[in-house]
């Protein structure tokens, strides 16, 4: 009997384990790492934030290229940009928040903030 007992526990662990993926677990509503941010619709959605964002505050600012990026599943996806934007003199780096939902064709620039020396100033 208590052989049978060991058996059993050891294959349900061994059924049981494999199911627990821990670093599976830990991405579930995290960030995950943009791999090609040369890619149309990634570039898309930071040009969408430069434009948004200068609308709103009238610097004339101009994208000019997605630097680097997360996304996280949400009810649709966020993506959190570091975009390169120039007003008119030098570029500068710009941490850009979009929330998007594709099938409602629905984007929505939820934050941009001027990206300092690894220090950021909230501005929208």
């Not at 995950?32 to 040369?38: E, F, M, Q, Y």
């Not at 948004?52 to 996304?71: A, I, N």
């Not at 934007?85 to 941009?112: C, H, I, Q, R």
Request: net charge positive; glycine share 8%.
């Amino acid at each position: 009997m208590k052989v049978i007992s060991r058996v059993l526990l050891l294959s349900l662990a061994l059924v049981v384990v494999p199911l627990c993926d821990v670093s599976a677990a830990a991405r579930i509503g995290g960030w995950s790492p943009i791999s090609d941010v040369k890619d149309p619709h990634v570039v898309e959605i930071g040009e969408f934030a430069v434009s948004e964002y200068d609308k709103r505050s009238k610097l004339g600012l101009k994208f000019e290229t997605v630097v680097s990026g997360e996304t996280q599943v949400v009810s649709g996806t966020n993506y959190r940009l570091t975009v390169a934007a120039n007003d008119g003199g030098a570029s500068k780096n710009y941490e850009a928040m979009v929330w998007e939902k594709p099938w409602l064709k629905f984007m929505n620039l939820t934050s941009f903030k001027p990206v300092n020396n690894g220090r950021r100033r909230r501005f929208l």
